[in-house]
């Protein structure tokens, strides 16, 4: 069981930078992948950005691209996303999550991914 908790949310005017952390409670997470994601009231999750711990690849929503960092610290068992420039759209509950990957496989669909912190919020004001 795999155990993430979220840090570094909160209010932000447009144009602004914050960073989010995601610390997990597993040591060895080579296998898996690491996800963001987010969700407006009203509106589904969505996939935000996504790092594979084995390869340090990286993959981010269009919506983001250019403008959020997702890296990681295997030392600390952590993994962040940097926002920057960020847009009232932004606003949002943002959630880490871990998704078991021996396969070297990865998703940006929500639903595979197995284990979920509890969620930071964002809000970017205009």
């Known amino acids: 069981q795999v155990q993430l908790v979220e840090s570094g949310g909160g209010l932000v005017q447009a144009g602004g930078s914050l960073r989010l952390s995601c610390v997990a409670s597993e040591r060895t997470l080579s296998s898996y992948v690491m996800g963001w994601f987010r969700q407006a009231p009203g509106k589904e999750r969505e996939f935000v950005s996504l790092i594979i711990l084995r390869t340090g690849s990286t993959y981010y929503a269009d919506s983001v691209k250019g403008r959020f960092t997702i890296s990681r610290d295997n030392a600390k068992n952590t993994v962040y996303l940097q926002m920057n420039m960020l847009k009232p759209e932004d606003t949002a509950v943002y959630y880490c999550?871990?998704?078991?990957?021996?396969?070297?496989?990865?998703?940006?669909?929500?639903?595979?991914?197995?284990?979920w912190g509890q969620g930071t919020q964002v809000t970017v004001s205009s």
């Open positions: 999550a871990a998704d078991y990957r021996p396969d070297y496989g990865y998703s940006s669909n929500y639903a595979s991914y197995e284990f």
